[in-house]
Every structure is written in structure tokens, then in C-alpha cells.
């Protein structure tokens, strides 16, 4: 799924290393401690990674920042998500979105701010599908709020 993904595109930045399954793996260990708060580089916030799979087929990844910086409040908010290529528009983002968005009440964040490039579509109708507000563009950036009840 990573390979497919590639470096990301619309915002999204698929960080996880993609030579080998050695490098893969060790990454997986620093994104544990970065959830947990440990190690994080400057300018980072803690953030989760998810993984959505269906039928034991990975489909989408998701990243809940457990809180903002000046840059993720100008862009990337709290949540960013992408869907494989080869999955889309099967409404796996909508449910990846659900997803991160109960992990975003569990974390205890009260309001959440989710941000997509204003030319991306499908991430816009996936935000509002659930509940996204939209409360405005900032240089071609749509920033969406979304209250976690």
C-alpha cells in the first residue's frame, strides 16, 4: 500500500520509509514513541498513525495529530488521510475519517480541524460527509472544523 501511495499527493506526506522492510519496520517503532511523545523532532507535535484494512487488505492510512502547531493550524490540522489509489471511491475515506474522528474524542479533542487542498474534490465531500464545516480558503487551503461531541 505504501509503494501505491508513494511520496503522497493533496497535502498528505507519506513519511514511512519505502526501500526495504527493515527500514519499514524500525519505523514503525519511532512512530509508537512519537504518539506516546517520546523522541519528537522540533516542530513535530505527537501525532498516531492508523492503519484502516478491509478483509485484511490495508486501504487507507491516517494520522491524528494529538494537537496543533502554527504550521498545522495554517496547514495539515489535526487529521490527514489517504485512501490507496487503486481503493478509491469505495468510501473507505469516509471511513477512515469516522475513524480518526472517534480516536480524536478518545484523545480527549474537543474541536478538530482538518484541512485538504481546495481543488481536491473527493477529500472536501468526504469532510463534509461527516460534518466538517467549512469556516474557510487560505491560499488555495480549505480549513474545516469539526466539533467532537
Not at 53 to 59: L, R, S
Not at 68 to 92: A, D, T, W
Not at 117 to 145: F, P
Amino acid at each position: 500500500m505504501l509503494k501505491e501511495i508513494g511520496l503522497g499527493e493533496n497535502g498528505f506526506t507519506n513519511s514511512f520509509p519505502l526501500e526495504n522492510y527493515k527500514t519499514f519496520s524500525k519505523s514503525l517503532l519511532h512512530y509508537v514513541e512519537e504518539a506516546k511523545g517520546i523522541g519528537i523532532e522540533e516542530g513535530r507535535v505527537p501525532q498516531t498513525i492508523f492503519w484502516l484494512y478491509i478483509d485484511e487488505y490495508p486501504v487507507a492510512l491516517g494520522k491524528l495529530r494529538h494537537r496543533l502547531n502554527e504550521e498545522l493550524l495554517q496547514y495539515g490540522g489535526h487529521i490527514g488521510y489517504m485512501v490507496r489509489p487503486s481503493e478509491r471511491g469505495k468510501g473507505y475515506g469516509k471511513l477512515m475519517l469516522k475513524e480518526l474522528l472517534k480516536a480524536a474524542r478518545d484523545k480527549k479533542i474537543e474541536k478538530v480541524l482538518i484541512t485538504c487542498d481546495e481543488t481536491n474534490r473527493r477529500s472536501r465531500r468526504v469532510i463534509e460527509s461527516n460534518q466538517g464545516k467549512l469556516k474557510g480558503i487560505t491560499n488555495g487551503v480549505c480549513k474545516y472544523w469539526r466539533t467532537i461531541s
